[in-house]
């Protein structure tokens, strides 16, 4: 089976950083992709950062050029460096993997890590 585990939220002031961590550890395919989903309250989980299988990166508009995602392949580690976060960045933010290719695979995700961004 496979396991991931968060870290790295909590309590930010506006234009603040924090930088999340996530680490997969099990049965993790050669082709898989994760990334960072988050949610929050009366709002759908949304993608916020994410790896392709194939290495490209997507982000959210809202985040682009604040945030940046990266990855250690061989540890299976993935990290969301948040820069200059503002409120609306406040939600529960979930770690996520994708283990197999993009037609077949199975979803993963963390137990989330509550980011709150407040003065």
């Known amino acids: 089976q496979v396991q991931l585990v968060e870290s790295g939220g909590g309590l930010v002031q506006p234009g603040g950083s924090l930088r999340l961590s996530c680490a997969a550890s099990?049965?993790?395919?050669?082709?898989?992709?994760m990334g960072w989903y988050r949610q929050a309250p009366g709002k759908q989980r949304e993608l916020v950062a994410a790896?392709?299988?194939?290495?490209?990166?997507n982000y959210a508009d809202s985040v682009k050029g604040r945030f940046t995602i990266s990855r250690d392949n061989a540890k299976n580690t993935v990290y969301l460096q948040m820069n200059s976060l503002k409120p609306e960045d406040t939600a529960v933010y979930y770690c996520n993997l994708k283990n197999g290719n993009y037609r077949n695979y199975v979803d993963y995700w963390g137990q989330g890590t509550q980011v709150t961004v407040s003065s």
């Open positions: 790896f392709t299988s194939i290495g490209s990166t």
């Open positions: 099990g049965n993790i395919f050669i082709l898989n992709a």
